[in-house]
């Protein structure tokens, strides 16, 4: 589950989500070969800004996943990403789930936390990557003390130091992958995000508005889907014909109760000779507000 940006994130940038739902990952050719593909797939996507938006991104899956599976027999959702706020919530919509970290992500932090040490980087990652393996929290910290005070470079210290941020805050999505044998599967993420949503709104230099946006993730996402657009077009015209009849029916009891209002305000004029006069003011504004008398 990933949110891609559509270009460098600056005040007027926007961020689109996508979900990938698969069942399981095979070999795809023969024994041997290293391709693989994922078995079940279901994409969901869009803007879904904000965090009532995003609940409602995470209800569409949890009701695909109530519509297609056996719930009581399903053992665990994992939610595989890069720890972004809004991918690990979904842990709070969707039932038995666990977040997972991407080994990708972790990767790139260690990464770019040891490159300073030249020769000596293959050897610290071990280090590192041994430390996770192990479930030392405390060990990991104290080895990336020590690439913090091998170099005066402020950057690079920078980097030391989002690296122990990254892998604090994301400790439990890294501990599910190594004590689960469920997470240890990998992560397909950005070629995902590459093929569905950056091959058609960010590979070139493009401006979007946020409703474009939208659409064009939702359309991305519904062909994924082997989906056709026409069907989609359909449904739309058949939603916006329903909701014009509800407001027709609406707009025509309205105008029923405000004639029967009118009838009855004729009604009670005639009943009650002298209701112009200014001593019964009183009853007029009940009958014009439509009041009445306890």
């Given at each position: 589950m990933w949110k891609k940006p559509l270009k460098p994130v600056t005040k007027k940038a926007v961020k689109t989500k996508l979900i990938l739902l698969y069942e399981d990952i095979v070999c795809d050719g023969t024994e041997g070969c290293k391709r693989h593909k994922l078995v079940g797939k279901k994409y969901f996507g869009g803007l879904y800004e904000g965090s009532e938006r995003n609940e409602d991104l995470w209800l569409e899956v949890q009701q695909y996943i109530y519509d297609n599976y056996d719930t009581e027999y399903l053992k665990n959702v994992y939610i595989a990403g890069d720890g972004a706020p809004w991918s690990v919530a979904g842990c709070r919509v969707l039932e038995k789930s666990k977040f997972v970290l991407d080994k990708y992500h972790?990767?790139?932090?260690?990464?770019?936390?040891?490159?300073?040490?030249?020769?000596?980087?293959?050897?610290?990652?071990?280090?590192?990557?041994?430390?996770?393996?192990?479930?030392?929290?405390?060990?990991v910290m104290r080895l990336l003390q020590k690439c913090y005070a091998s170099t005066d470079q402020e950057y690079k210290k920078k980097e030391v130091t989002e690296c122990a941020r990254y892998i604090k805050n994301n400790w439990l999505?890294?501990?599910?992958?190594?004590?689960?044998?469920?997470?240890?599967?990998?992560?397909?993420?950005?070629?995902?995000?590459?093929?569905?949503?950056?091959?058609?709104?960010?590979?070139?230099?493009?401006?979007?508005?946020?409703?474009?946006?939208?659409?064009?993730?939702?359309?991305?996402?519904?062909?994924?889907?082997?989906?056709?657009?026409?069907?989609?077009?359909?449904?739309?015209?058949?939603?916006?014909?329903?909701?014009?009849?509800?407001?027709?029916?609406?707009?025509?009891?309205?105008?029923?109760?405000?004639?029967?209002?009118?009838?009855?305000?004729?009604?009670?004029?005639?009943?009650?000779?002298?209701?112009?006069?200014?001593?019964?003011?009183?009853?007029?504004?009940?009958?014009?507000?439509?009041?009445?008398?306890?």
């Open positions: 972790l990767g790139k932090y260690i990464y770019k936390a040891t490159t300073h040490l030249d020769d000596s980087q293959q050897a610290a990652k071990e280090f590192i990557y041994g430390a996770i393996n192990e479930r030392d929290f405390d060990g999505g890294i501990m599910v992958r190594i004590d689960d044998g469920g997470a240890v599967w990998g992560c397909s993420a950005e070629g995902h995000i590459s093929h569905v949503l950056s091959a058609r709104e960010s590979s070139r230099p493009m401006g979007w508005s946020k409703k474009g946006v939208d659409w064009i993730s939702h359309l991305r996402v519904l062909t994924r889907n082997e989906q056709k657009i026409i069907d989609l077009m359909e449904y739309q015209d058949k939603k916006q014909r329903k909701k014009n009849r509800i407001e027709c029916e609406d707009q025509l009891i309205q105008d029923v109760q405000k004639r029967k209002s009118s009838r009855n305000e004729e009604v009670l004029r005639k009943a009650i000779p002298g209701l112009e006069k200014k001593q019964f003011s009183w009853m007029r504004s009940i009958i014009n507000a439509g009041g009445i008398i306890a």
